[in-house]
């Protein structure tokens, strides 16, 4: 199936301050809220993003019968940092 014939998900992500974006991931069988104290250390200097990956916190599963591969995850990391460095 092509990336464009994925479905589109429902996301979380959790932001916080201004400036240039720092992107924060978490591991598996958590959330972006596992970042809170960093969010809360950084968000003075950065704008920082914490998103929940796929079937993770509040981002909706991923469809039964869709293969996941890491492009779906960059799917929908992409667009919180734009072209940005992040």
């Known amino acids: 199936m092509s990336a464009s014939a994925r479905p589109i998900l429902r ?17 598996s069988a958590s959330s972006g ?15 920082v993003l914490a998103p929940d990956l796929i079937g993770y916190g509040r981002t909706d ?9 890491l492009d779906d995850e960059a799917r929908l990391i992409e667009p919180l940092v734009g072209n940005e460095p992040a």
């Open 61 to 69: 599963p991923w469809p039964a019968g869709h293969e996941l591969t």
């Open 33 to 47: 809220t596992m970042w809170t104290p960093v969010i809360n250390a950084l968000k003075s200097r950065f704008r």
């Open 11 to 27: 996301s979380s992500v959790l932001t916080a301050g201004t400036g240039l974006p720092v992107l924060l991931l978490h591991g």
